[in-house]
Nanobody, 120 residues
Framework: VQLQASGGGLAQPGGSLRLSCATSGRFFRIGVMGWYRQAPGKLRELVATSLYNGTTKYADSVKGRFTISRDNAKNTVSLQMNNLRPEDTAVYYC???????????????WGQGTQVTVSS
């Protein structure tokens, strides 16, 4: 199983970017999907997550600016980032919990990370 993130880049303060994450490989089902980020010198932190039923959770710092969306049919997750701030600069990682076979435990998988830089 692999997660492939795309869509990072450079944006000006107040601008927008959209991140996407695709899955590949064989699995039984996906639990939570989401995005984390890690800025230089800081710990990786949660940005937003989405359960299979659509329930979402956001870090306080991105509420009202970022929107996570999930397509259960395509097994993808996206992050629309609006009104970006310099403090949003980080490497963004997509994340998902996969259940490989029925009755097995879920396991965590991470994408390779995509750089988001917000600067004028």
């Amino acid at each position: 199983v692999q997660l492939q993130a795309s869509g990072g880049g450079l944006a000006q303060p107040g601008g927008s970017l959209r991140l996407s994450c695709a899955t590949s490989g064989r699995f039984f089902r996906i639990g939570v999907m989401g995005w984390y980020r890690q800025a230089p010198g800081k710990l990786r932190e949660l940005v937003a997550t989405s359960l299979y039923n659509g329930t979402t959770k956001y870090a306080d710092s991105v509420k009202g600016r970022f929107t996570i969306s999930r397509d259960n049919a395509k097994n993808t997750v996206s992050l629309q980032m609006n009104n970006l701030r310099p403090e949003d600069t980080a490497v963004y990682y997509c994340y998902a919990r996969f259940q490989m076979r029925w009755r097995e435990n879920f396991n965590d998988y991470w994408g390779q990370g995509t750089q988001v830089t917000v600067s004028s």
